[in-house]
Nanobody, 121 residues
Framework: QVQLVESGGGLVQAGGSLRLSCAAS????????MGWYRQAPGKQRELVAA???????NYPDSVKDRFTISRDNAKNTVYLQMNSLKPEDTAVYYC???????????????WGQGTQVTVSS
């Protein structure tokens, strides 16, 4: 099986920065796209940033120019650098990975357990 373990969340003042990390472990052959999502109370889970294995990235307008996603393929790890944080960025942040566990099998998506990010005004 696959485990995605997130770290780096916490409490920060508006305008501050945080860096989230998510490490994937298990019998992994390869990881395709990876991403970060967030879910605030009473709201649907939404995409925050995505990165392909080759490094191309995708962001919604709400975080563009403030958040940067990166990955280390050798470590099966994805990062999210969050700058100029706003109170509306407060949410539980989840990482997601599209994983191949065996040659000839299908790709499967896995989720981390989530890490809380709270931005105070």
């Amino acid at each position: 099986q696959v485990q995605l373990v997130e770290s780096g969340g916490g409490l920060v003042q508006a305008g501050g920065s945080l860096r989230l990390s998510c490490a994937a472990s298990g019998s992994i052959i390869s990881i395709n796209d990876m991403g970060w999502y967030r879910q605030a109370p009473g709201k649907q889970r939404e995409l925050v940033a995505a990165i392909a294995r080759g490094g191309s990235t995708n962001y919604p307008d709400s975080v563009k120019d403030r958040f940067t996603i990166s990955r280390d393929n050798a470590k099966n790890t994805v990062y999210l650098q969050m700058n100029s944080l706003k109170p509306e960025d407060t949410a539980v942040y989840y990482c997601n990975a599209n994983v191949l566990l065996a040659f000839g099998s299908s790709w499967s998506r896995y989720w981390g357990q989530g890490t809380q990010v709270t931005v105070s005004s």
